[in-house]
């Protein structure tokens, strides 16, 4: 499920399975219809997580599990670290954005185990999944999250293109750190967080 129809298209054209365009706050099936739920980095980007989180717990039937992913924090080590860290060193911080949740409000364990423990689920677990996106150019990690991401594009392209330019450099100077065999493997790490629906 996807609230953008040009996903769920794209979606539909490489994978074999049923997609739906919907709301993740008001999910669009029935009490008890599943036998798990999962959302992929999803919850980061709803005006009300819990809500979110609220909505799988309904749909899925008791003892069924729920898990969801979310990045794990900016860190000197790892990609979102070098991005971030470049922005704030050139950036300026104070340009308007509108309104927005905070991308690692769940980054952390103790966040994610309050997350899923207010939702009422039982034997919460937290995994952390480290990976990794492989990159042939040191540019590509820059481009990548500025075409894909909602809050660092923003941030960025609401700079001077002097400042943009100073940003773009800082990250690709810092992409050496992570090359290895002729590519860039950047660390990218998240934390999974499950739990079971109880029994009614």
């Given at each position: 499920?996807?609230f953008?129809?040009?996903a ?14 919907g ?16 959302c992929?980095?999803g919850l ?18 008791p ?33 308007d ?5 905070d ?9 994610m185990?309050?997350l ?11 995994t952390?999944a480290?990976q990794?996106?492989v990159?042939?150019g040191?540019?590509?990690?820059y481009?990548?999250?500025l ?28 992409m050496g750190?992570f ?10 790490p ?6 079971l629906?109880?029994?009614p």
């Open positions: 499920l996807d953008s129809a040009a769920v298209a794209l979606a539909r054209d490489r994978v074999d399975a049923e997609f739906h365009e709301d993740a706050q008001s999910l669009p099936f029935e009490d008890h219809s599943f036998d798990a739920a999962v992929g980095f980061i980007h709803l005006p009300d997580a819990a809500r979110g989180l609220a909505e799988m717990r309904r749909v899925v039937r003892g069924g599990r729920i898990a969801v992913s979310v990045w794990e924090p900016p860190a000197s080590g790892n990609g979102f670290g070098l991005v971030f860290g470049s922005i704030k060193a050139h950036a300026d911080m104070t340009v954005l509108p309104h927005g949740p991308f690692f409000q769940f980054s952390e364990e103790a966040g185990t309050d899923l423990a207010c939702a009422g689920l039982w034997e919460v677990q937290l952390r480290p990794h996106w990159f042939d040191d540019h590509a990690l481009d990548e999250l075409e894909s991401s909602v809050r660092a594009r923003g941030l960025i392209l609401a700079q001077t293109a002097e400042v943009q330019a100073r940003i773009r450099n800082a990250v690709i100077d810092g750190s090359r290895t065999a002729g590519v860039y493997r950047v660390p990218m998240a934390l999974i967080g499950a739990g629906k109880p029994p």
